[in-house]
């Protein structure tokens, strides 16, 4: 089954770290631009990072660059998002997407998000 | 950064009638060299993630009902439900992939009137 899989969401201090992770399963990881976005509780999507596909290529919403970092391990299947120096405006469900891969040599992260995981919940409070 | 505004914020439609949603990016995300508008939209039920029903603006994912089409071009843009069935009650937003930071629209609350 193609899938993503968030977790390592919780409730964590302000000025604290978390490490979220996305496991694939079901498609071929390596191959796909991957991307993190966030919805804080009763709120709309708001896109945060996108990671290319060997992870040498990054971009960050404003709102977190400096303080998340994107990475990916292609050899598990795997995408992550560690977040340093949380704020309460952290708190949202982080979602990972998958960007479209339009054909095998399709190598651009400018596409829709296909396929989305179920989320991992962030709360960051005292 | 391209701002993305959706119009109405909500709507209450009766099943079977027409709903239309409409989405206006500040400035244009039609690229040229391919013709393509990067424009998405997504639907999302309560408890669940995103779901994509259409990308370059008018073309359906696979496995959406073809009750829901897309149209528009440059900056404004339409999504349709032809005949609006009561599954269909979500909020749904539109979304540019022209340049980061990708963005999206407020989102509209579609509900059965």
């Known amino acids: 089954e193609v899938q993503m899989v968030e977790s390592g969401g919780g409730l964590v201090q302000p000025g604290g770290s978390l490490r979220l992770s996305c496991a694939a399963s079901?498609?071929?990881?390596?191959?796909?631009?991957m991307h993190w976005v966030r919805q804080a509780p009763g709120k709309g999507l708001v896109w945060v990072s996108r990671l290319n596909r060997d992870g040498s290529s990054t971009n960050y919403a404003d709102s977190v660059k400096g303080r998340f970092t994107i990475s990916r391990d292609n050899a598990n299947n795997m995408l992550y998002l560690q977040m340093n120096s949380l704020r309460a405006e952290d708190t949202a469900m982080y979602y990972c997407?998958?960007?479209?891969?339009?054909?095998?040599?399709?190598?651009?992260?400018?596409?829709?998000?296909?396929?989305w995981g179920r989320g991992t919940l962030v709360t960051v409070s005292s | 950064d391209i701002v993305m505004t959706q119009s109405p914020d909500s709507l209450a439609v009766s099943l079977g009638e027409r709903a239309t949603i409409n989405c206006k990016s500040t400035q244009s995300v039609l690229y040229s060299s391919n013709d393509k508008n990067y424009l998405a939209w997504y639907q999302q039920k309560p408890g669940q993630p995103p779901n994509l029903l259409i990308y370059?603006?008018?073309t359906r994912e696979s496995g959406v009902p073809d009750r829901f089409s897309g149209s528009g071009s440059g900056t404004d843009f339409t999504l349709t439900i032809s005949s609006l069935q009561a599954e269909d009650v979500a909020i749904y937003y539109c979304?540019?992939?022209?340049?980061?930071?990708?963005?999206f629209g407020q989102g509209t609350r579609l509900e059965i009137k």
């Open positions: 979304q540019q992939y022209y340049s980061t930071p990708f963005t």
């Open positions: 370059w603006a008018s």
């Open positions: 997407a998958r960007n479209r891969l339009l054909s095998g040599d399709d190598n651009s992260g400018y596409r829709d998000f296909d396929l």
């Open positions: 079901g498609f071929t990881f390596r191959s796909y631009w």
